[in-house]
């Protein structure tokens, strides 16, 4: 008997047509707001993508089972949609249009430990808008406001999306008078796993006194579901120019995003991701009741995206894990298949006409199976409750709605169930429970 691999989730049926659904649902308003698809391989070289070293453990090697003994993998799985994506840009930058809008849906592999929400094979949804040596700011607000509206459509708890700007803490952290700004940003990023009094420690074992590693804790503090943070910053006394502009730029953001039904937006000092890599705006989003899986959809500026001798392609981006956000929610469909009608079978002799039937509501969009057996009408009705589809058609003419048992005279010609049943529905956690 074959045994599971810990880390690469499967989806039953009823599972995957929640993962479709979420998939055709995010893929219709990235394309609403003028995102084009791409599709990039599934692997890339070796030393591309181990330029990030904190990634190096992480990363599954391409190798020929004939390859000769010693001999180095030279390709490896991409670990995330980014990476292929700027090396996309720089290979097509002569037959793009910029800026460029691009979502993606694929699969990356990432050898991390599973657990609740992590995977070694999972799904990713991204999109990034990239520029040609300038991208306007307003391009960051926009990209918020699309994944709100992204997430504010599917069937999961309420979403908040934290929002910061690493232009913020650097220009306060320079403010202060901190030599490394970096150096302080990698400890405050700690705060969700480590005490506020153990980050304190390590803030002053970098070389900031007590007032300092104070006032960082304090601006580390500041979160809100409006502009007024500005106001909460500028309380705490620091100057620099960089910071005035990161404010200026969150509370743009911030306000371009919100007022997303079913979406939280705040502004959250903590957040600093990717600190090598991010230049501005960063994103961050927690799923309430289930803030234990981290940040499902993480995203920010950076300025260098790409580069070559020539250009340089700066964007903003946003990517949510479409496997981290379903498989430990447990979303389920309202039946395991697409068909809304099962044509019922008298007899084999009979078939083709059950079959002609089906024919005639597929032409009309519906979705339709033939009974798989000439048995008793009972079971066969059985058979399509087992698979959760609503309606049996006994030819010619006679529809049942097996649930309510309501039974009535009809064509194939002119037939059509509700909207509500012609696809599967994803269920609420009141409809499972």
């Given at each position: 008997?074959s045994?599971?691999l810990?880390?690469?989730?499967e ?6 047509i ?8 995010l ?12 599709e990039?391989?599934?692997v890339e ?9 904190e ?13 000769a ?5 030279e390709?490896?799985?991409h670990y995330?949609?980014?990476v292929?994506f700027?090396?996309?840009?720089l290979?097509?930058a ?5 800026p460029f ?5 694929q ?8 657990q609740q929400?992590?995977?070694?094979e999972f799904?990713?949804?991204d ?10 700011f ?8 699309v994944m709100a ?12 999306l934290?929002?910061?700007?690493r232009?913020?803490?650097?220009g ?5 008078g ?5 150096a302080?940003?990698q400890?405050?990023d700690k ?5 506020a009094?153990r980050?304190r420690?390590?803030?002053?074992e ?5 007032s300092?590693?104070?006032r960082v ?8 579901t409006?502009?007024?943070?500005v106001?909460r910053v500028e309380a705490l ?7 005035a502009e ?5 509370a ?6 919100s007022?997303?039904?079913?979406v939280v937006?705040t502004a ?10 991010y ?8 799923l ?8 499902i ?19 903003v981006g946003i990517s949510?894990?479409v ?10 469909a309202?039946r ?6 099962l044509?019922?079978?008298?007899d084999?002799?009979t ?9 005639q ?9 033939v ?8 079971k066969?009705i059985q058979?399509?409750?087992k ?9 010619p ?11 009535v005279?009809a ?17 609420s956690?009141e409809?499972?429970?």
């Open positions: 008997m045994k599971k810990s880390g690469f989730p989806f039953l049926p009823r599972e995957r929640v993962e479709q659904q979420v998939l055709d649902h893929r219709r308003t990235f394309e609403l707001h003028g995102f084009a698809n791409i990039t391989r599934a070289p070796m030393d591309v993508l181990l330029r990030k070293g990634i190096d453990k992480e990363v599954y090697a391409v190798k020929r089972l004939a390859a003994e010693g001999e180095p993998a390709l490896a799985l995330d949609l980014t292929p700027a090396r996309y840009v290979e097509n002569g037959r793009l249009e910029f809008r691009r979502w993606q849906i699969k990356v592999w990432r050898g991390e430990r599973p929400g992590r995977f070694r799904t990713q949804a999109i990034d808008i990239v520029g040609r040596d300038v991208l306007p307003h391009f960051d607000v926009e990209v918020a406001r509206e992204a997430l504010a459509g599917l069937p999961i708890p309420t979403a908040t934290q929002i910061s700007n232009k913020i803490l650097e306060f952290y320079l403010g202060l901190v030599d490394d700004p970096t302080v940003m400890v405050v705060l969700d796993k480590v005490p009094d980050i420690e390590l803030l002053v970098q070389g900031l006194d007590g300092q590693a104070d804790l304090a601006l580390a503090e500041i979160v809100t409006d502009t007024s943070f106001q006394g620091v100057e620099h120019e960089m910071l990161g404010l200026s730029e969150l743009q953001v911030v306000e371009g995003a007022g997303v039904e079913g937006v959250d000092l903590r957040i600093a991701r990717g600190l090598d890599y230049t501005g705006t960063v994103f961050e989003t927690r309430q009741g289930w803030e234990h899986l981290g940040s959809c993480s995203g920010g500026r950076y300025d260098r995206l790409a580069q070559d001798r020539r250009t340089t392609y700066p964007g949510l894990g496997s981290r956000l379903l498989v430990p929610l447990a979303l389920s309202s395991s298949v697409p068909s809304a009608v044509v019922a079978v008298d084999e002799d078939r083709a006409d059950s079959t002609a039937i089906a024919q509501l597929r032409a009309r969009g519906i979705p339709t199976e009974a798989a057996k000439a048995d008793r009408f009972g066969q058979y399509a409750e698979r959760g589809i609503p309606y049996v058609w006994f030819p003419t006679s529809v049942k709605d097996i649930r309510s048992g309501d039974q005279e064509s194939p010609d002119t037939w059509t169930p509700p909207t509500t049943d012609l696809t599967p529905t994803i269920l956690k409809q499972l429970s």
